[in-house]
C-alpha cells in the first residue's frame, strides 16, 4: 500500500514524508527514521502490487524525492529485498522477503497449535478451510487447507483480502464494539463484488446478527459463486484470528451447510482451548 494504514481500532497512524515522523495516537516516543518509513513503505506497495513497476510508477505512487527513491531501490536490491529486470529499470519484491514472511508462519505459536485442528476439520468438511488474522482493514491468511473436490478456490497464505468483505473478517469484526467498527471502517466501503456490502451502517447491522449466531456468512462478497461461513478464535478480546470453510454455492446443500456450520463450532471450541495461554 503506498500509504500507511489509518484508522485501525485503538489507534491512528498517520505519515509525514516532509517532515519525516509518524504520530501516533500514544503520547511521546522516539521519532522514526525517515529512511526506515520509507523502506516499509516501499515493500509493503510490491506486495500490494504484484510484478516489475518502472521508477517513475513507483515515484508517482509513492511521492517519494526520485533521487532518494532511486537510492533506495538500489540499496534495496543489492541486499535482496528487491529485484529488477533484465534491463536494471523495472523493480519488484526480492526473494528475501519471502524469507521473512516464511518465518513470520514458521514462528507463530498459533498456527502451529491450530494444525492439526484444520486438518479435521478439512477431513470433516472436505471443503477449503482458512486461518486468518485481522490486520488493519485486512485480514491476512495465515494458513490453508485445499478442497477435496476438484473444483476448489484458489487461496495461498499471505493472501490479504478487506475485512467488510470476507466472512472471516465479519467474523472478527463482531468482536469489537460498533463505535470501535465505525472508526476503523470508511462510510463508503469497497465493492469487490455486486453482492459486498458497501454501506458501513449495514454492515454493524449484520454484526449484531453475528453475535447472536456465532458465525459471519460470506455471500459471493468477495468471490463470485463461493460462501464461506467464519468464525472467531476467542483466545483474545477482541478476537485477532478466525477460522473459516469455502464452499462453491453450487455444492452447498442445507444438509451440508448444517455440518460446516457444526463442524466450525467444534474447531472453535478445540481452538480455544488450545490457545488458552497465548
Known sequence: MA???TGEIGRTA???????????GEAAGAAPVKSAVRTVLLLEHFAA???????????????????SLYMLLRTLVNLGWVETDATGTRYGI????????????DG?????????????????????????RMDGTSVVYLATRQSQHYLRPFT???????????????ALLATHTDEEVRRLLPRRLEAVTQHTITDRERLVEELALVREQGYAVDREENTLG??????????????????????????????????????????????SVVTRRM
Not at 244 to 268: M, W, Y
Open 156 to 170: 495461498r497464505v499471505g493472501r490479504r483480502l478487506p475485512v467488510h468483505s470476507t466472512a472471516l473478517g465479519k
Open 94 to 105: 526480492g526473494v528475501r522477503a519471502l524469507l521473512v514472511g516464511s518465518s513470520y508462519i
Open 108 to 132: 507463530d505459536e498459533v498456527v502451529a497449535a491450530a494444525r492439526p485442528t484444520l486438518d479435521r476439520l478439512s477431513d470433516d468438511t472436505t471443503e477449503t478451510i482458512h486461518l486468518a
Open 14 to 24: 498517520e505519515t509525514s514524508e516532509t517532515s519525516g515522523t509518524v504520530e501516533t
Open 226 to 271: 463461493l460462501r464461506c461461513f467464519g468464525v472467531a478464535v476467542p483466545y483474545r478480546t477482541p478476537a485477532r484470528d478466525a477460522v473459516s470453510c469455502s464452499v462453491p454455492v453450487a455444492r452447498l446443500t442445507p444438509g451440508h451447510e448444517q455440518l460446516i456450520k457444526a463442524a466450525l463450532f467444534e474447531a472453535r471450541d478445540r481452538l
Open 3 to 5: 500509504t500507511a494504514e
Open 49 to 67: 502490487r504484484p510484478g516489475l513497476h518502472s521508477l517513475a510508477d513507483i515515484q508517482n505512487d509513492l511521492s517519494l524525492p526520485k533521487s
